[in-house]
């Protein structure tokens, strides 16, 4: 799904840092939290990069020309990749979790929209799976949820 640099980097501080991050920080949307210690890699791939603060194991970094960003929860159930596509505008893929899926919600990287397409999905791969449950051959669908998938 496409989404913008700014509400990917919502998503990273609502999910990393929101409690501590200093006001100026957060304000600059050239501001990117880091996490390269322990679990939970947090990376931001771009063309200038310059470290601005550390607060416990988040680094504060000052970035221009993001490429990509890469984020894995402490948990490991969320694996989020942002790449570029034009400009600050890219496209987010990899799993989430129902934590991180809220604040993919908040953050608005996922809207109402794309909700509504995973549920309709979601329902008629439901209904496909009951509709063929008497069959008993190799070809029988397998059930499979693309719930969490991003």
Known sequence: MEASLDR??????????????????????NVFPE?????????VEAEDKVTVEKIGEITFVRVNGVIGVIYESKSGNTK?????IR???GKVVGLASGNSITNLISSGVIGRDYIEKVLKE???ESEN?????HD?????????SAEGNV
């Open 8 to 29: 990917f980097r919502e998503f990273l501080i609502l999910s990393t840092c929101r409690s501590f991050i200093p006001k100026e920080l957060k304000e600059d949307p």
């Open 35 to 43: 996490r390269n210690e322990g679990p939970g890699p947090i990376y």
């Open 80 to 84: 989020l990749k942002w790449r570029q």
């Open 87 to 89: 400009g600050r505008i």
């Open 122 to 124: 979601n329902r008629n």
């Open 129 to 133: 799976v009951i509709s063929n449950s």
């Open 136 to 144: 008993s051959g190799p070809n029988k669908p397998q059930r499979s």
